[in-house]
């Protein structure tokens, strides 16, 4: 059976996937979610557990993509190349953290950004141009970052001849290293722009797309997509790592195996729900929110609401809207888009809604978690270094330390797996601070972000309240 994809907000016909994909946002502003989830059996997950991780995508994405939308010969050639940079064999490493109990990292960035945004971008961006080509058709790509979106799109995007892109960025809200990684790609098609005046980050951006994307008439005219995790492409994508960790780690599919997972705009997360909804079965997921805690209210309280973002140490997460959790209220209010706009306007409407029981019941059911201060943050990294030689990045350290905050609503025999999602070197600084030294250990520094220092930048820089027209101007003129 083919899958259709429906908006949230129920305002559109179903599509096909190449439709979602190159959409990006549904015409009625909603997001796309899939008519129906595929399931995985446990004989088939016991099957797979064999797999390498270009292998097991493949499986998984076909069950998403049929074949006379994609051959699977096309298919699996895109699976291969959207991997083929990872400077890891095994795409994602899994490193059991001495002196801390049964505790993993799971290590996501292997990519070339290295970030796990690129465990699911290359292949994104790799399908699309491959939808555009079948269409001689061309799509101008801007999406918001708060760090690492960015990168990996600019990167995944450089040198298609049907995609350009536009990566945005809060100028001043993300590391040297990260803006770097935007402004040095120097190709034809990739245009960053960094945006001033930005009190909520990369928030205020997502508000100034949003309404572009609002604008049929203009975003037709523009040939508008995007490529955040409001892309369904995207979450799909990252479903493909909570399998394969589990698989590496789990000695059979009934341990109690918890993902712990630093989250801003619930993208992974939703990726981790997706899994275990095709039949993977995760005891729990720990959702680790630094001060910008609107999740972990939610899941807590029931109140989900929108306040004044925080700067702090773990950027990328620093978001308080976080979109893709109204994919997930969408799936835990049975799929009824007036419900969905109902909640959507009270949101937008008053900053806040509250749950009803079900409804907050259905939300937290095998999801536990935790806001972590920059202090805990920054003292995670170095106990850590300091007990067993592992460096984190701030996002990871993290999920890390909620564990220590939740460890007693968890089985003694849980197996947890912290989802590492940055290399420690895209964050210079902070490891300095963490770790009370002017000298970066070995574990902090990569080549790529050395040589970035040295090339020539290309970026654009505009105010918010110019964003609107200086976008649409620039896409003009290509």
């Known amino acids: 059976m083919t899958i259709k994809y429906l908006s949230t907000k129920g305002g559109v016909s179903p599509v096909d996937f190449d439709e979602a994909v190159l959409q990006g946002f549904a015409l009625d502003g909603g997001l796309f979610v899939p008519d129906t989830i595929p399931t995985i059996t446990k004989k088939q997950l016991e099957e797979w557990s064999t797999l390498n991780f270009t292998e097991l995508?493949?499986?998984?994405?076909?069950?998403?993509?049929?074949?006379?939308?994609?051959?699977?010969?096309?298919?699996?050639?895109?699976?291969?190349?959207?991997?083929?940079?990872?400077?890891?064999?095994?795409?994602?490493?899994?490193?059991?953290?001495?002196?801390?109990?049964?505790t993993y990292i799971v290590e996501l960035f292997h990519g070339p950004t290295l970030s796990f945004k690129d465990m699911a971008m290359g292949f994104l961006l790799n399908i699309m141009?491959?939808?555009?080509?079948?269409?001689?058709?061309?799509?101008?790509?801007?999406?918001?970052?708060?760090?690492?979106?960015?990168?990996?799109?600019?990167?995944?995007?450089?040198?298609?001849?049907?995609?350009?892109?536009?990566?945005?960025?809060?100028?001043g809200m993300i590391t040297r290293e990260q803006e770097l990684q935007m402004t040095t790609i120097n190709v034809d098609n990739v245009f960053p722009v960094g945006v001033s005046n930005c009190p909520d980050g990369g928030d205020d951006l997502d508000l100034v797309l949003a309404e572009?994307?609002?604008?049929?008439?203009?975003?037709?005219?523009?040939?508008?997509?995007?490529?955040?995790?409001?892309?369904?492409?995207?979450?799909?994508?990252?479903?493909?790592?909570?399998?394969?960790?589990?698989?590496?780690?789990?000695?059979?599919?009934?341990?109690?195996?918890?993902?712990?997972?630093?989250?801003?705009?619930?993208g992974n997360l939703f990726g981790g729900y997706l899994a275990r909804s095709m039949g993977l079965p995760v005891y729990s997921f720990i959702c680790a929110n630094n001060v910008n805690n609107t999740l972990h209210k939610a899941f807590s309280t029931g109140v989900f609401q929108k306040k004044d973002l925080i700067e702090t140490k773990s950027s990328a997460i620093?978001?308080?809207?976080?979109?893709?959790?109204?994919?997930?209220?969408?799936?835990?209010?049975?799929?009824?888009?007036?419900?969905?706009?109902?909640?959507?306007?009270?949101?937008?409407?008053?900053?806040?809604?509250?749950?009803?029981?079900?409804?907050?019941?259905?939300?937290?059911?095998?999801?536990?978690?935790?806001?972590?201060s920059?202090?805990?943050?920054?003292?995670?990294?170095?106990?850590?270094?300091?007990?067993?030689?592992?460096?984190l990045d701030p996002h990871t350290a993290v999920a890390v330390k909620s564990i220590d905050y939740l460890r007693g609503n968890l089985d003694e025999d849980s197996k947890i797996l912290c989802l590492a999602t940055a290399h420690p070197a895209k964050f210079?600084?902070?490891?300095?601070?963490?770790?009370?030294?002017?000298?970066?250990?070995?574990?902090?520094?990569?080549?790529?972000?050395?040589d970035s220092y040295l090339k020539n930048e290309k970026c654009d820089m505009c105010h918010l309240k110019e964003l609107k027209t200086h976008l649409i101007e620039s896409i003009e003129k290509i």
């Open 129 to 171: 141009d491959y939808f555009l080509e079948k269409r001689k058709n061309k799509i101008n790509i801007i999406l918001a970052t708060t760090g690492d979106t960015g990168p990996a799109a600019a990167w995944a995007a450089a040198g298609k001849n049907n995609i350009n892109c536009w990566p945005l960025f809060p100028k």
């Open 428 to 450: 210079p600084d902070i490891i300095k601070e963490s770790l009370g030294s002017d000298v970066l250990p070995q574990q902090a520094k990569h080549k790529s972000l050395d």
């Open 212 to 266: 572009i994307f609002l604008d049929n008439d203009l975003r037709e005219k523009l040939n508008l997509s995007s490529v955040n995790s409001i892309n369904w492409c995207r979450v799909m994508v990252q479903s493909i790592h909570y399998i394969y960790s589990y698989l590496k780690v789990a000695k059979s599919l009934d341990e109690k195996i918890v993902f712990s997972v630093p989250s801003g705009a619930f």
């Open 318 to 372: 620093d978001i308080v809207v976080p979109y893709n959790f109204w994919r997930y209220i969408y799936f835990m209010i049975k799929k009824d888009g007036i419900k969905l706009n109902s909640l959507f306007e009270n949101f937008s409407n008053y900053g806040k809604i509250k749950f009803d029981d079900d409804i907050y019941q259905k939300i937290k059911h095998g999801f536990l978690s935790c806001s972590i």
């Open 374 to 391: 920059d202090i805990d943050t920054i003292q995670t990294i170095k106990e850590v270094f300091s007990k067993s030689n592992y460096l």
């Open 57 to 102: 995508a493949f499986k998984i994405l076909s069950l998403y993509i049929k074949s006379d939308l994609v051959s699977p010969d096309h298919l699996e050639s895109i699976v291969q190349k959207s991997f083929a940079s990872f400077q890891s064999q095994e795409k994602v490493e899994i490193v059991q953290l001495a002196g801390f109990d049964k």
